[in-house]
């Protein structure tokens, strides 16, 4: 059972993995009313999340508009090296500091 509908996650989150899913290739430009509309959110969080984007390098500048970066081999392996230990973290921290209700449910789904 997924419980986490759309509207639950945020803009950040909804545009990554459009991305990530081939939603949005390398090259393609993002509109931030476009990227709004589709996700049901307001075009605040669509913004703050293109910057983040951005700083991240996903996107790219083309004058005035943002476009999905194409990464060559030696970035793609870099961003995913730094992602592997940051989810590494996550999960350590996330364990560390899990409820005794938490690890029942967890490992209720286990079994």
Avoid: C, W
């Amino acid at each position: 059972m997924k419980d986490t509908k759309p509207a639950q996650k945020d803009a950040y989150t909804l545009i990554l993995e459009a991305i990530d899913e081939g939603g949005y290739r390398p090259g393609d430009r993002l509109v931030e009313s476009e990227l709004a509309e589709r996700f049901g959110v307001s075009r605040t969080p669509v913004r703050e999340a293109l910057q983040r984007l951005e700083t991240q390098s996903m996107l790219t500048r083309d004058g005035r508009s943002l476009i999905v970066a194409s990464l060559d081999h030696n970035e793609l392996a870099e961003l995913y090296a730094v992602r592997t230990e940051l989810e590494g973290l996550a999960a350590r921290l996330a364990a560390r500091h899990a409820t005794d209700e938490e690890i029942h449910v967890l490992q209720d789904m286990a079994r």
